[in-house]
């Protein structure tokens, strides 16, 4: 299963032990809207799902924590891999201890009669209630969300990210390119950031991207608006992102340069912008990076300040 991304909170020594507790979580598309756990306590909507057994299969695991916390009965054969999120952080059980938790989430498809909840104290104690709601309600929700139980706001934000990821979907910009929402792709990305050249357009140094760095800017990107892949003929060539503030982004690397890559990418990225409503969309290109400049300006973006260009999405 792919790995969509990783929230490690570096709270713990690399050389303690790990106590490993993997989870099942279900995506369950009901129509346009979907259907989730619902805290009525705390305000909060999370996949329904959760702890996998020593006696059972990832499968088996969601099929019993769909039906206990939200009452839905899972058809079996219509699981289907989504992605999954790893976490790393120091756990309760001794200083010298890390937990770590793998939530493996599925798309699966539920039978139209409801069973009885079984919820457990926490469950309960949280008032779980089945909630069926379009994405952008459960984003908004947790989006604002904040609790003096760090667990469970970690949990919420790990949430939120995957329902930014289900928002997203592919956009084809045409028969050759096609943009594929972020997930962890170490091995294909980070070959990217070790040009030097890149960097230097990235962030004016001449030092290449390690993996911490890699993830931390993607993360960024990630959590902070819609971060793609870009697929150019079946092959991945780069990324280009826009976050809330309207700043967008983009590399594609050295070898597939000078094919009017970048400029399609933008134009898509300029009509997600007047998708999200935004009055404006801006990029930051150095001085000495000519061939960006160019490629933004054919586009139609105008230099603003120093360094800074605007595309402006009024009418």
Not at 100 to 124: G, M, T
Not at 240 to 255: L, M, T
């Amino acid at each position: 299963m792919k790995r969509l991304f990783e929230i490690d909170l570096k709270d713990y020594k690399e050389s303690g032990n790990v106590f490993r507790r993997p989870s099942a979580r279900a995506i369950i598309r009901k129509g346009d809207k979907i259907a989730l756990v619902y805290s009525k306590k705390e305000k909060y909507y999370k996949f329904p799902g959760g702890g996998i057994h020593d006696d059972e299969d990832k499968r088996e695991a969601l099929i019993r924590e769909v039906r206990e916390e939200v009452g839905m009965v899972v058809i079996p054969e219509s699981i289907r891999e989504f992605g999954s999120v790893l976490r790393r952080q120091k756990s309760d059980r001794g200083e010298n201890t890390i937990f770590e938790q793998e939530n493996f989430y599925y798309f699966c498809d539920v039978k139209d009669q409801l069973v009885e909840q079984d919820l457990d104290d926490y469950e309960s104690d949280a008032e779980f209630v089945l909630r069926i709601v379009d994405l952008d309600t459960a984003i908004e929700a947790n989006d604002v969300y904040s609790s003096d139980v760090f667990f469970n706001e970690v949990m919420i934000k790990r949430d939120l990210r995957v329902l930014r990821l289900l928002k997203m979907s592919e956009r084809r910009i045409d028969d050759e390119i096609r943009l594929i929402p972020y997930y962890r792709n170490d091995e294909v990305s980070l070959a990217w950031y070790q040009d030097l050249d890149v960097c230097k357009q990235v962030d004016n140094k001449d030092e290449p991207y390690d993996l911490e760095l890699l993830h931390r800017m993607y993360d960024f990107l990630s959590t902070h608006g819609d971060c793609y892949y870009i697929e150019y003929q079946n092959a991945l060539v780069g990324d280009v992102s826009i976050r809330n503030n309207g700043e967008v982004a983009i590399v594609v690397c050295k070898e597939y340069q000078n094919r009017h890559i970048g400029r399609r990418c933008i134009e898509e990225m300029i009509k997600l912008a007047k998708e999200k409503g935004m009055k404006s969309v801006k990029a930051n290109i150095y001085s000495f990076n000519s061939q960006s400049r160019k490629m933004f300006e054919a586009v139609g973006f105008k230099e603003t300040e120093d360094e800074w260009y605007e595309y402006s999405l009024k009418d």
